[in-house]
Structures are given as structure tokens and as C-alpha cells.
């Protein structure tokens, strides 16, 4: 069964700084991987989708890596402002239609 | 396009009610997926639809919990009787598909909220 895992839950940086969160998962055989964000009382926004045969995909400043070997996605947020405060997800699919298994966030809090 | 539309927004109910939630998907879109989210258990797949064909079921906790698609355009997640434990968020979800290929890509509703006393 697929496990993924986000590491830390929560991050207070200030404003302006570079900063990286964490994803791994169990099961390497995956189909497609995704970065979402979602805002308090809020659905979930995708951010970024990384298929099973790329490394990285990036939108403005953020950047996502994909390592399948290890198990293993890093989400890369560039001088990072206070409207970066949210809880960001990873979600993994295995290739069942998008029958994604999320992780349980990393919520991100971004100081003036 | 206006997104994945949900309602209610917030529900609040007595256990032993019917609830019935209600999604419109993203024109276009032939995918629907109903998630909830706890703050134990995070987000999980409930069920979802391809071309308003059920799929997979497996996620549905109990008998007391259904869904239909009667068409493209609409959705609905009933819990008849309501227990507190259902007490979550509930997340309807849509994405297209190329040659029939789920892209991928999920668009979330805001959810329903829903509390049962």
C-alpha cells in the first residue's frame, strides 16, 4: 500500500527566503506526482504535475523535483512571500485513473 | 469556466438525518472524484466516476454512504443515516481526459463542511 510522507508539517521562514519541502513515498512505481496548495477553509489548487518519466517541472518560482528511485519529491519555493501561506500537499498516483494517495501536508507560514 | 461547484458550502446536522451533497464538475470534464478530508485521517478517495459510470466504490466507509451521476454535469454523495464520525470535509474533484487517458490533473471544488451533532 502506498504511504506518503511530508516532512516537516510546519515552516515559518521570513519573508524572502528560499525554502524546500519534503515528499517520499513507498512505492516507486508511480504513474504521475503533484504538488497542490490549499488555503484555510479552501479546496485544493494544483501547482505542479510531474509525470513518472520527468525530473522536474517548474511554474514562476516554484520548482519540483521527481526522484522515483529513491522515492522521493522535493517542492523549491523562491523568495518566498507572505501570499506562499498555505498548507502544501503531495499526492502521488499509481496509475489507477488518478486514484491519488495524498500525504498529510506541509503548512507553511511566511512572516513579514 | 466557473470550476468544480459545490454545495452546500456548510451543513450542520442531527445524527440519523439524510445528507445529501451535491457537485457540478468542469464542463468538458469526464472524470469526478469525491474526497474527504479529516484532520485524521487527511484526504481520502471516497469514489469516482468515468463518463458518470461509478468506477471505484472501494473508498465508501460504509452502506450509509452513496453516489451518483445521473449525468455529465451533476453529482451527489448522500450519507443516510448521518453519525458524527462523518463529521469531515467533503471534496468533489474533476479532470479531463485525452483520448479517453485521465490526464492527470485534478480541479478541486471548495468542499462542504459538513458537522454532524
Redesign the interface.
Known amino acids: 500500500k502506498q504511504e506518503v510522507t511530508q516532512i516537516p508539517a510546519a515552516l515559518s521562514v521570513p519573508e524572502g527566503e528560499n525554502l524546500v519541502l519534503n515528499c517520499s513515498f513507498t512505492d516507486s512505481a508511480i504513474y504521475n506526482l503533484q504538488w497542490f496548495r490549499q488555503d484555510p477553509g479552501k479546496g485544493l489548487t494544483s501547482l505542479l504535475l510531474i509525470q513518472s518519466s520527468q525530473r522536474e517541472q517548474t511554474s514562476g518560482r516554484l520548482n519540483a523535483s521527481l526522484d522515483k528511485s529513491s522515492g522521493r519529491s522535493t517542492l523549491y519555493i523562491a523568495a518566498s512571500q507572505p501570499g506562499d501561506s498555505a498548507t502544501y500537499l503531495c499526492a502521488v498516483d499509481t496509475g489507477t485513473a488518478s486514484k491519488l494517495t495524498f500525504g498529510t501536508g506541509t503548512r507553511l507560514q511566511v512572516t513579514l | 469556466d466557473a470550476g468544480?461547484i459545490q454545495s452546500p458550502r456548510h451543513e450542520v446536522t442531527e445524527m440519523g438525518q439524510e445528507v445529501t451533497l451535491r457537485c457540478k464538475p468542469i464542463s468538458g470534464h469526464d472524470?469526478l472524484?469525491w474526497y474527504r478530508q479529516t484532520m485524521m485521517r487527511?484526504?481520502e478517495?471516497l469514489i469516482?466516476f468515468?463518463n458518470n459510470v461509478p468506477?471505484?466504490d472501494s473508498g465508501m466507509p460504509e452502506d450509509r454512504f452513496s453516489a451518483k451521476m445521473p449525468n455529465a454535469s451533476f453529482s451527489t454523495l448522500k450519507i443516510q443515516p448521518s453519525e458524527p464520525r462523518d463529521s469531515a470535509v467533503y471534496?468533489c474533484?474533476s479532470?479531463p481526459s485525452t483520448g479517453g487517458i485521465?490526464t492527470?490533473?485534478?480541479?478541486?471544488?471548495?468542499?462542504s463542511r459538513l458537522t454532524v451533532l
Open positions: 468544480v472524470y472524484f487527511g484526504l478517495l469516482y468515468n468506477i471505484d471534496f474533484a479532470t485521465n492527470g490533473e485534478l480541479f478541486f471544488g471548495e468542499g
